[in-house]
């Protein structure tokens, strides 16, 4: 959103920190409107005349569950308890893998959306 600033202080003829009349936070001066970008596009880099496509990196998730059966997975319960690489069925966060045991009765576990600590073993 675009808001009422008050400049708080500048460097010679540039603004660098300004005050939110609306929130009363302090932060620094953003040139362009939200949404625009400072610097201009990227051009594709060719490889021998043709653009090389972006590569896309695994994400951590993806590449732990790359080797995983998931037809196995086992659907949550704070009941049951969990090792290492378990892959695990959760009924809110949906599939994620084991990635460590805390506290012995606590779980580690990431799912496509983050990681989450889970109890196990109660």
Same mark, same amino acid.
């Given at each position: 959103? /675009?808001? !009422?600033?008050?400049?708080?202080?500048?460097?010679? $003829? @540039?603004? #660098?920190?300004?005050?939110?009349?609306?929130?009363?936070?302090?932060?620094?001066?953003?040139?362009?409107?939200?949404?625009?970008?400072?610097?201009?596009?990227?051009?594709?880099?060719?490889?021998?005349?043709?653009?090389?496509?972006?590569? /896309?990196? !695994?994400?951590?998730?993806?590449?732990?569950?790359? $080797? @995983?059966? #998931?037809?196995?997975?086992?659907?949550?319960?704070?009941?049951?308890?969990?090792?290492?690489?378990?892959?695990?069925?959760?009924?809110?966060?949906?599939?994620?893998?084991?990635?460590?045991?805390?506290?012995?009765?606590?779980?580690?576990?990431?799912?496509?959306?983050?990681?989450?600590?889970?109890?196990?073993?109660?």
């Amino acid at each position: 959103m /675009m808001l !009422a600033h008050t400049i708080e202080a500048m460097v010679g $003829d @540039k603004v #660098v920190r300004v005050h939110c009349n609306t929130c009363k936070s302090q932060h620094s001066y953003k040139a362009n409107p939200p949404g625009e970008s400072l610097r201009p596009a990227r051009e594709a880099v060719t490889v021998g005349g043709t653009p090389r496509q972006p590569r /896309m990196r !695994a994400s951590r998730y993806q590449s732990l569950l790359k $080797d @995983k059966n #998931v037809e196995l997975a086992k659907v949550y319960s704070p009941k049951d308890r969990y090792e290492l690489g378990d892959v695990l069925e959760h009924a809110t966060f949906g599939r994620g893998i084991a990635t460590a045991i805390k506290e012995g009765d606590k779980l580690e576990v990431l799912f496509e959306s983050g990681s989450k600590t889970l109890v196990h073993g109660r």
